[in-house]
Nanobody, 119 residues
C-alpha cells in the first residue's frame, strides 16, 4: 500500500521550532513534487510550502523567512522546518506528494499532524 506517513507535530510555545517529516512508503520508485498544507479550525486548507522534483521551492507569504521545505530523495522523505512559530500557525498540517510507482503514479495525502502554538 502506497502511503505518506507524517510525524513531528506537537505543542510548542510561540517563537519555538518544530520539524515535520513526511515519508513515503510502499512499492514506489520515487517521490516527485510535494507540498505541505495546513487547515485551521473553520478555515479552508491552504498551501504552506511546495518543492519540485528538482528542489525548487515556493512559500506562502505568511511563512516566508520562517519555514523551510526540503527533501531527501534517497529516503523519499520531505521535511518542513518551522521556526519562529506563531499562534496563528496552529493547524493540522498535511503532506501531499506525487509518487511514482512501478505500474502507475499516485497523488497521495498524509494523515495529518497537529501543530499547536501557545502564546
Amino acid at each position: 500500500q502506497v502511503q505518506l506517513v507524517e510525524s513531528g507535530g506537537g505543542l510548542v510555545q510561540a517563537g519555538g521550532s518544530l520539524r515535520l517529516s513526511c515519508a513515503a512508503s510502499g512499492s514506489i520508485r520515487s517521490l516527485n513534487a510535494a507540498g505541505w498544507y495546513r487547515q485551521a479550525p473553520e478555515k479552508q486548507r491552504e498551501l504552506v510550502a511546495s518543492i519540485t522534483t528538482g528542489g525548487n521551492t515556493n512559500y506562502a507569504d505568511s511563512v516566508k523567512g520562517r519555514f523551510t521545505i526540503s527533501r531527501d530523495n534517497a529516503k523519499n522523505t520531505v521535511y518542513l522546518q518551522m521556526n519562529g512559530l506563531k499562534p496563528e500557525d496552529t493547524a493540522v498540517y498535511y503532506c501531499n506528494a506525487a509518487l511514482v510507482g512501478y505500474l502507475r503514479s499516485y497523488n497521495v495525502w498524509g494523515q495529518g499532524t497537529q501543530v499547536t502554538v501557545s502564546s
